[in-house]
């Protein structure tokens, strides 16, 4: 079922409905994940096999798109973080060890850094065409030493990066010429040396490669082959598999997907 919510006191009265068992659990998109925290008894982190942690604090600052409850309590976790970690566990594409970039300081941005931050990830850099978000996104995180706040147009310090995580909205929804037009807007980016060491994730998903990947196949670069559906898919397995207590058929979930013109 689809809720629409115009408020704050919508999306709060709608939380309450999950509180009372009236429904079973809730996925949140955008406007809403950062309030959805704020009205969480408890923010769990999910690891990528489904997993609920405790936060080392309450981590109210990480946007939440999945609401359920545990032991009489309103939980709330990400699945964006462990999503893109099951994509890339099924992918072969190891995180831990290797320096991180993430193009992107918004929702799925923040929420895909705590999680690989709270994972032990070396995020090391974060670029954002706005300086602002990026810069309270990077003070925000647990990590020591905190990351490199790279100017979007100056982004010559991330050519060390071995694994690229492209989240901002260029190329959404997108695909054919107007992909690659949106491509111009990302072709500053160190692509060729990214080309020699590093893989490109992007969780924009389309039935056509993304601007991003353009970017990284006209470089001879790599990247992982529909991330972003891959993501997708394994995002709704996660909160299907919190929801129901049970392993969900990622396999079937994605083929839908790819399948959906």
């Known amino acids: 079922t689809l809720f629409e919510t115009k408020t704050r006191a919508d999306f709060t009265a709608l939380a309450a409905r999950v509180r009372s068992g009236e429904l079973h659990g809730l996925n949140v998109t955008t406007p809403w994940k950062s309030i959805a925290a704020m009205v969480c008894d408890r923010v769990l982190i999910c690891d990528e096999r489904g997993e609920l942690l405790p936060t080392p604090t309450d981590e109210r600052r990480t946007p939440v798109n999945t609401l359920f409850m545990r032991d009489g309590t309103l939980c709330g976790t990400s699945t964006d973080g462990p999503g893109?970690?099951?994509?890339?566990?099924?992918?072969?594409?190891?995180?831990?060890?290797?320096?991180?970039?993430?193009?992107?300081?918004?929702?799925?941005?923040?929420?895909?850094?705590?999680?690989?931050?709270?994972?032990?990830?070396?995020?090391?850099?974060?670029?954002?065409?706005?300086?602002?978000?990026?810069?309270?996104?990077?003070a925000g995180l647990t990590a020591t030493p905190a990351p490199t706040v790279v100017p979007w147009l100056a982004p010559a310090a991330m050519a060390e990066a071995e694994v690229v995580v492209h989240t901002s909205k260029v190329g959404h929804g997108l695909v054919g010429a107007q992909a690659e037009a949106a491509s111009a807007h990302l072709a500053h980016l160190p692509w060729a040396e990214w080309a020699s060491s590093a893989v490109l994730v992007d969780v924009v998903y389309g039935a056509e490669r993304t601007a991003a990947e353009r970017c990284a196949a006209r470089a001879g670069g790599r990247w992982v082959e529909e991330s972003g559906y891959a993501m997708l898919a394994c995002q709704a397995a996660l909160s299907l598999g919190i929801w129901a207590d049970a392993v969900a058929p990622v396999d079937a979930m994605l083929a839908a997907l790819t399948a959906t013109p």
């Open 84 to 138: 893109l970690g099951l994509a890339l566990t099924r992918a072969a594409v190891t995180l831990r060890g290797r320096p991180i970039a993430i193009l992107g300081a918004g929702g799925a941005g923040a929420s895909i850094a705590h999680w690989l931050v709270a994972m032990g990830a070396d995020v090391r850099w974060i670029s954002n065409r706005s300086m602002e978000p990026a810069r309270a996104l990077a």
